[in-house]
Structure formats: structure tokens, C-alpha cells
């Protein structure tokens, strides 16, 4: 039994469903839920995501998710080989990696500078 193999499973799959898990409860209930809270709402997710380090939460998970993948991905191409990635499977698995990765990006490049902004207001409005 290949526990290098098992190691990688694990935090593919614990991590993917926090990172998913994680982002429909923040975008269900705890965004609007704020909304409706009007101005403390918005303090609330402010502090979650910035003091709270919600931001730091999605960011290893999602890193944790992407690099697992892709290192199992790596492996059960046969080292990206183009028959394996051509055929029904590498499909299937290229697709939930080109998700995870336009994610991953997104988040960087949406989530990330919003949240840095968020911590720059707070710090503002704490001065």
C-alpha cells in the first residue's frame, strides 16, 4: 500500500470539500445573512475574513486542493501522457482541474486584493 498515494488522496479530497464546503456556506448564508445585517453585517464579514482569517483559510485549502490534484493528476497520467489525457477519464479529470485552477486563480486575483483592502479600511478606520 503506497501511503505517498493515500496521503495525497486524503488531502485532495478533505481539502476540496472544505474549499467548496467552505465557499457555498460563506456565499449562502454568512454573505447574506450580513447583507441583512446592514452595517454590522458588513463590520462581521470584514473582521471574519480579515481578524477572523477566513481569507488564510480559503488560501491554504485551496493551495492544499491544487497541488495535492495536481500531483495525483501527474501521477495517474503516467506522467502526462497525452492517451491517458485524451481518453474518458483524463477528460473528466482535466476539466476538474482546469475548474480548480480558474479558481484558485480568481480567488487570488478577487478575493485576495479585496481582503487586503478590507484590512487597510479597518486599520484606517481603527487609527
Do not use: C, N
Amino acid at each position: 500500500m503506497d501511503l505517498g498515494l493515500i496521503a495525497l488522496r486524503l488531502a485532495h479530497v478533505v481539502a476540496g470539500a472544505s474549499w467548496v464546503g467552505g465557499a457555498f456556506l460563506m456565499i449562502l448564508v454568512v454573505s447574506r445573512t450580513a447583507k441583512l445585517s446592514g452595517a454590522q453585517g458588513e463590520e462581521f464579514f470584514g473582521r471574519l475574513m480579515t481578524v477572523g482569517r477566513g481569507a488564510k483559510y480559503f488560501e491554504l485549502i485551496a493551495l492544499t486542493t491544487v497541488v495535492a490534484g495536481s500531483l495525483l493528476y501527474y501521477r495517474a497520467s503516467g506522467g502526462l501522457q497525452v492517451a491517458w489525457i485524451t481518453s474518458p477519464t483524463g477528460i473528466g479529470f482535466t476539466i476538474g482541474a482546469v475548474a480548480a485552477v480558474v479558481s484558485l486563480v480568481w480567488g487570488g486575483t478577487m478575493v485576495g486584493p479585496t481582503t487586503a483592502r478590507l484590512e487597510t479600511i479597518g486599520a484606517e478606520i481603527a487609527a
